[in-house]
């Protein structure tokens, strides 16, 4: 048990607990950060509904979402510390996680704050369906993203987070890796995607994909529908190519986008605090 407010004890348990050589490519970084983005994914600007407060995935409405499977995992990941530092919110632990993993991966510092709260407003709830389909093409991403209040330019930074982890067929029933080194933040996901020549191919299971074969590579490579209607694209191809080639924009664009998932549909006053409630205040920076 640390003292309420101890965002630093926190930090450290998480970064001890990334390390985890049986699982995926012995990170659990790349699945905290799908946590804290499917968590905060589901925000619709328009009516204020969905967004990481209130941590509803640990309830079947919203965790039941088959758009959420296998995030079980990370959350059992995270159990431990929450147990040790009972006084942090779900809210704030799954958001907290994804900034402290994506350092600890090599990634730019994301501002991060707390004072989110456990306390599911039924009026809140998100219903299904509100997260992207990797099956899909542009008009879906812009769907999705605008709902959030996302521009194009932020559509971009945020995908580039397809630099970390694999997909698992039997959580989204696509398969592989990205990047040659999926526990590393970088810009090779942008590079890749227009420097590779990306074959479709359909799984055993009929899931349609892209991939890239290489004999150097230990397994193939692996990009989404979504991924690649990036590049085609008239207004987001353009920050692809700029990404492929400028690493610190790149990171700099994705810490203010990411910091901006983080707290949609938190309002705070002019000191941060979220108002209208008696949480833990204060904030991280990694
Ligand atoms: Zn993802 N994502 N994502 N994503 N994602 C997967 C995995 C990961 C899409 C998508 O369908 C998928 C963003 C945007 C979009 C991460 C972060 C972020 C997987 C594989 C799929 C299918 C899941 C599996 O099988 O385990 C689509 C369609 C997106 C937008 C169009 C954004 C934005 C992200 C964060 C900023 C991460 C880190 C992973 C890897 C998870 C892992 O377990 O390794």
């Known amino acids: 048990m640390s003292k309420p407010g101890d965002?630093?004890?926190?930090?450290?348990?998480?970064?001890?607990l990334l390390h985890q050589p049986e699982y995926d490519d012995g990170s659990a970084g790349p699945v905290l950060v799908?946590?804290?983005?499917?968590?905060?994914?589901?925000y619709c600007a328009e009516t204020d509904t969905g967004?990481?407060?209130?941590?509803?995935?640990?309830?079947?409405?919203?965790?039941?979402?088959?758009?959420?499977?296998?995030?079980?995992?990370?959350?059992?990941?995270?159990?431990?510390?929450?147990?040790?530092h009972s006084w942090i919110s779900y809210a704030d632990l799954w958001t907290l996680a994804a900034v402290v993993a994506l350092k600890?991966?090599?990634?730019?510092?994301?501002?991060?704050?707390?004072?989110?709260?456990?306390?599911?407003?039924?009026?809140?709830?998100?219903?299904?369906?509100?997260?992207?389909?990797?099956a899909q093409g542009a008009d879906h991403i812009r769907f999705i993203f605008y709902r959030m209040g996302f521009t194009d330019q932020e559509i971009v930074a945020l995908s580039g987070a397809h630099n970390l982890g694999r997909m698992h067929m039997d959580r989204s029933g696509f398969h592989g890796p990205w990047v040659p080194n999926p526990t590393r933040f970088s810009n090779t996901y942008f590079k890749i995607m227009t420097d590779y020549d990306w074959k479709e191919k359909t799984l055993e299971n009929g899931v349609k994909?892209?991939?890239?074969?290489?004999?150097?590579?230990?397994?193939?490579?692996?990009?989404?529908?979504?991924?690649?209607?990036l590049v085609k694209d008239e207004s987001?191809?353009?920050?692809?190519?700029?990404?492929?080639?400028?690493?610190?924009?790149?990171?700099?664009?994705?810490?203010?986008?990411?910091?901006?998932?983080?707290?949609?549909?938190?309002?705070?006053?002019a000191n941060g605090n979220i108002k209208n409630t008696d949480n833990v205040k204060g904030g991280y920076h990694a």
């Open 7 to 16: 965002f630093e004890a926190v930090a450290a348990d998480i970064k001890k």
């Open 34 to 42: 799908r946590l804290a983005w499917h968590s905060a994914g589901t």
């Open 236 to 269: 987001f191809g353009p920050w692809v190519q700029k990404y492929a080639k400028d690493k610190d924009l790149f990171f700099d664009h994705f810490a203010k986008a990411f910091g901006k998932l983080l707290e949609l549909g938190i309002q705070r006053d």
């Open 209 to 229: 994909q892209f991939v890239y074969v290489d004999e150097d590579l230990d397994e193939e490579l692996a990009m989404l529908p979504t991924d690649l209607a």
């Open 104 to 134: 600890e991966m090599g990634g730019p510092q994301i501002k991060w704050l707390a004072g989110r709260t456990d306390y599911v407003d039924d009026s809140k709830l998100p219903p299904r369906g509100r997260l992207p389909d990797g």
């Open 51 to 84: 967004g990481s407060n209130g941590a509803g995935m640990r309830y079947e409405a919203e965790g039941g979402d088959e758009a959420n499977a296998g995030l079980q995992h990370a959350r059992v990941f995270l159990e431990p510390v929450k147990e040790k």
